[in-house]
C-alpha cells in the first residue's frame, strides 16, 4: 500500500516539472541553438577571408581587403576614405559575390 501512495508520488513530483522541462525545450530549440549555428558560420566566414575580397565591417564601412595579418589577427581594408586597419570580427559581411550576382 505505502509502495504503491510513493509511486503516485513520484510520478506527480515528475509531473509538476515537465512544463519546465518543455519550456527550457522550447527556448533551447528557438533560440540558443540558431544562436550556436549563426556563431559557427560567422567564425567560419572570417577564418575564409581572402585578399580582394569586398566586405562590409560591422560599423558599416564597405571596403575592399588589401592585407591579411594571420598573428595578430587583422586585415587592412580599403575605404574611399583610405586604408583602415579592422580586427576579422569586425568583418560583418562579404559583398563580392552579392555585386555579380544576377539581378532578377
Do not use: C, W
Amino acid at each position: 500500500m505505502y509502495l504503491s501512495i510513493l509511486l503516485q508520488e513520484g510520478a506527480g513530483g515528475l509531473i509538476s516539472y515537465l512544463p519546465f522541462l518543455a519550456m527550457f525545450l522550447v527556448i533551447y530549440l528557438f533560440m540558443i541553438r540558431p544562436q550556436m549555428k549563426r556563431q559557427k558560420n560567422e567564425k567560419a566566414f572570417q577564418s575564409e577571408i581572402a585578399r580582394g575580397t569586398r566586405v562590409i565591417t560591422s560599423s558599416g564601412i564597405h571596403g575592399k581587403i588589401v592585407e591579411l595579418n594571420e598573428k595578430d589577427n587583422t586585415v587592412v581594408v580599403e575605404t574611399g576614405a583610405g586604408k583602415i586597419k579592422f580586427e576579422r570580427s569586425a568583418i560583418s559581411m562579404e559583398m563580392t559575390n552579392k555585386l555579380n550576382a544576377p539581378k532578377k
